[in-house]
């Protein structure tokens, strides 16, 4: 079955420090992987993607993730936390086979920054 | 800002109502996702329409049901609303493969 684990449901860390949330994929098929970032009463917005080449990823905000097929992991990174980064955070997983792009998505990571 | 909207923001309804929710999609986009986000499920899937044709259905209840009009805009019908339906609905759309989500409308079943 397609599912996607995010282990931790609660990080902490503090203003300045790095950060690496874990996300894991169980997929039938080579898949596109998503980072997405909810702030409190906002929609989700895209953080980083991946589909194919390179498995070190860029996206906005200076967050990063790489791809590890042996693994099954998408692990978002970012080496200086900032307190606006505070929020929680969504892996998902698509179909590069398939006839409809629906995500499938785990079940979310809180940040919390310390100042 | 994602380009999709959704309204209305908030809905207060009681049990055994119907409501309707709105999403207009990014200018261009043929494909529309609806999604839940609610505390014990978390973000599933509920259905998805292509050019006004039905493409894919997740975990949708069959009080349930969405279209899609030719102007693209896509309605979430929820009816004998139940306690339980309470939840952040989202709506996305996409041109390719990266899906654009709306702010959510969040409805609360008293």
């Known amino acids: 079955a397609q599912s996607v684990t995010q282990p931790d449901i609660h990080i902490t860390v503090s203003e300045g420090a790095s950060l690496e949330l874990r996300c894991n994929y169980s997929y039938g098929a080579t898949p596109y992987l998503f980072w997405y970032v909810q702030s409190p009463g906002q929609g989700l917005q895209l953080l980083l993607k991946y589909f194919s080449g390179d498995t070190l990823v860029q996206g906005i905000k200076g967050f990063e993730a790489e791809f590890k097929r042996s693994q099954s992991s998408f692990n978002l990174r970012k080496p200086s936390v900032h307190w606006s980064d505070a929020a929680e955070y969504f892996c998902a997983v698509g179909g590069i086979y398939s006839n409809t792009g629906k995500l499938i998505f785990g079940q979310g990571t809180t940040l919390q920054v310390k100042p | 800002d994602s380009g999709v909207t959704q309204t209305p923001k908030h809905l207060i309804t009681a049990t055994g109502q119907r409501v309707t929710l709105r999403c207009s999609p990014r200018s261009g986009d043929l494909s529309v996702y609806w999604y839940q986000q609610s505390l014990d499920q978390g973000l599933q899937f509920l259905i998805q329409y292509y050019n006004g044709e039905e493409r894919a259905k997740g975990n949708i209840l069959e009080r349930f049901s969405a279209q899609q009009f030719p102007d693209l805009h896509s309605e979430l019908n929820l009816s004998s609303l139940e306690l339980g339906d309470s939840a952040l609905y989202f709506c996305?759309?996409?041109?390719?493969?990266?899906?654009?989500f709306g702010a959510g409308t969040r409805l609360s079943v008293l």
């Open positions: 996305a759309s996409s041109a390719g493969n990266i899906q654009y």
